[in-house]
């Protein structure tokens, strides 16, 4: 049987990609919409102002849309997917947590606190257990599971696949897409024949963020990853899928070919949405790849790709990529959601 969900902020860049990628899967159906008081009151189809080149599932388009309000959606949901704006989810997640629901959400407020899981659920899937703790804490009856941000969801499970090895410190530069920054982020004016070496708050997220996925999960509390991370992030005129250069430094030595081979071994998830590979590597006969117009569609535009797997006398440096509206953001919290159905926390 289906679970029925809400998508808050529904209109969105995000939550178009929640409405696109919920209808593909059998396990939920979705009964609610939300947006902001402007677009409250009209049916989907005409609030969304719909951008992806499918066509909006027939029994979301006629839904009405409601305010994202606790009082306005019916309380037998099991799960509501969050793409607000993270001041605005700041105050409404934790209402609907208290008032029973479980959330799982893309925005950025609550993903570094102590009590709140950050969760890739092929890096971290214990991290879940915080909820334990979260609801004992703070009396709800609902949960609040975050997953991260759509520069660091690129770069943290090739991170993972470099941990045998021993991080010592990382460093990244990102080439970030516009939709990255929402429908009405960057105008074509600013970005358009430009790059913008400025993307607010987006590289501390990266340096905070990744230390705490690839923490440890004690059953109580998660430590950080003892490694500096350090981050550059850059805006260019693509329109979807974050490409990176990462380097890593370690304290052994692999070649390139064992690195490329620890990325390739890292495990997907059990779960309907997870791509059958995680990682897809390029090898020494493709320098050129990934790229964001070639390969962000990989796996459902669920995967992770890295090339150019470079073993240097001071580190490991190669490049990855994301679909950031996908992998980092609704796909990555429709995992999140298909790992609390599975994991009994619904
Ligand atoms: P967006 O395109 O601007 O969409 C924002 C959504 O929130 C719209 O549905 C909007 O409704 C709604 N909203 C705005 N103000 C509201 C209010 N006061 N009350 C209730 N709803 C309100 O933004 P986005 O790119 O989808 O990003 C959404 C969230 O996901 C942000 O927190 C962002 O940081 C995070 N995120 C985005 C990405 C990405 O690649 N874009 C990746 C990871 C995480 P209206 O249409 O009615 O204005």
């Given amino acids: 049987m289906s679970l029925r969900v809400g998508v808050l902020g529904a209109t969105g860049a995000v939550g178009q990609r929640f409405v696109q990628l ?4 059998p ?3 979705i009964e609610t919409v939300t947006a902001s008081p402007a677009s409250a009151g009209q049916r989907y189809e005409a609030a969304a102002k719909w951008r992806l080149g499918t066509a909006i599932p027939e029994e979301v388009a006629e839904l009405t849309v409601r305010e994202t309000d606790p009082e306005a959606l019916p309380d037998d949901l099991d799960l509501l997917f969050s793409s607000l704006p993270s001041d605005v989810a700041a105050e409404v997640e934790p209402a609907l947590c208290e008032a ?7 925005s950025s407020n609550e993903r570094l606190a102590e009590d709140v899981p950050l969760t890739i659920p092929e890096v971290n899937p214990d991290h879940l257990g915080l909820i334990e703790r979260q609801r004992d804490e703070r009396g709800w009856d609902g949960a ?11 770069m943290v499970p090739t991170l ?4 045998e090895f021993g991080i010592e410190s990382v460093q990244v530069s990102t080439l970030q897409a516009v939709s990255g920054a929402g429908y009405s982020g960057v105008t074509s004016m600013e970005i358009i024949d430009n790059a ?5 708050g987006e590289e501390a997220k990266m340096e905070t963020e990744s230390r705490k996925l690839l923490g440890e999960f004690d059953g109580a509390s998660v430590s950080r990853l003892d490694a500096d991370v350090t981050a550059s992030c850059n805006r ?9 250069n990462v380097f890593a430094e370690l304290e052994a030595d692999p070649t390139a070919a064992e690195v490329r081979e620890a990325m390739r071994a890292v495990e997907s998830a059990p779960l309907p949405s997870s791509p059958d590979q995680l990682i897809h590597v390029f090898g020494e006969d493709a320098p050129e790849r990934p790229q964001p117009r070639m390969d962000r569609d990989r796996g459902d535009g669920m995967a992770v790709v890295a090339g150019g797997v470079t073993a240097t006398d001071a580190g490991v440096k190669y490049n990855c990529l994301a679909h950031n509206t996908i992998r980092g953001a ?13 994991e009994g926390w619904i």
């Fill in 160 to 163: 993972a696949a470099l941990t």
């Fill in 100 to 106: 029973g629901y479980v959330v799982s959400s893309n």
């Fill in 27 to 29: 396990r939920f159906e």
């Fill in 330 to 342: 609704a796909g990555a919290s429709l995992l999140n959601g298909e790992l609390l159905a599975d």
């Fill in 22 to 25: 919920i209808e593909r899967t």
């Fill in 236 to 244: 260019i005129p693509t329109v979807d899928g974050h490409l990176e």
């Fill in 144 to 154: 609040l599971v975050k997953n991260p941000n759509c520069s660091t969801i690129t």
């Fill in 196 to 200: 913008i070496p400025h993307i607010g």
